[in-house]
């Protein structure tokens, strides 16, 4: 598949940044993977932002890590079928700002390796998700305001219902993006592991 030119990988661009696609893997809501292959990209103007991101977060002595950035509609189709909570997961009719490129889902991690506690893990969705939840910990609603405000200054927005989905402002004026990983179909994913 060839890669069109408003898409980067991200590994080549920042080699030292954590790269942990979860949906590579089955540390995900589906339980099994749905990308084929491990591959981080984005859109050339979120990488200008997430350059920023990378650079504000080294001043506070820490580093970012990407869970997901370009997820294909394929894949948003299983991530649909396994949550059709649009709370969580946006419908395809739709189409997710992952898939015009403009998206990225990213935590922090200090010097020694260590993830900050956000008082909720990737994808857990539930209210504890949400960017601001009474029952998160004081400590981790702090990581999660210093999350927020690295990748404010660089250039990107929150959204309420995820601590680690950031997008660019304008991110819905862009166009969604014919696929660029292959996936795995829901089928093949259903079959090995009912959702």
Known sequence: ????????DLSVIFPSLHIDLKYATADNITGAPIYREA??????????????????????GLSLVVYD????QQAQAILWNACPDPQYVVDVA????????????VTLMDDRGHLLDMGAGFDEMHDR?????????????RNRLLLNAIMFG??????????????????????????????????SITTQHPL
């Open 154 to 187: 660089g250039g990107f927005v929150g959204i309420n219902s995820e601590w680690w989905h950031f997008e660019l402002p304008d991110a819905a004026r862009y166009p969604l993006l014919d696929d660029q990983i292959y996936c795995y179909t829901v089928t």
């Open 69 to 72: 950035a370009y997820r294909p």
């Open 94 to 105: 739709i189409g997710s700002n992952h898939s015009r490129g403009t998206a990225i889902d």
């Open 39 to 60: 591959r981080c990209l984005l859109h050339t103007e979120a990488v200008t932002a997430l350059a920023k991101c990378i650079s504000i977060a080294q001043l506070a």
């Open 129 to 141: 998700s949400h960017a601001w939840h009474p029952s998160v910990p004081p400590a981790a609603q």
């Open 1 to 8: 598949m060839s890669e069109l030119p408003e898409l980067v």
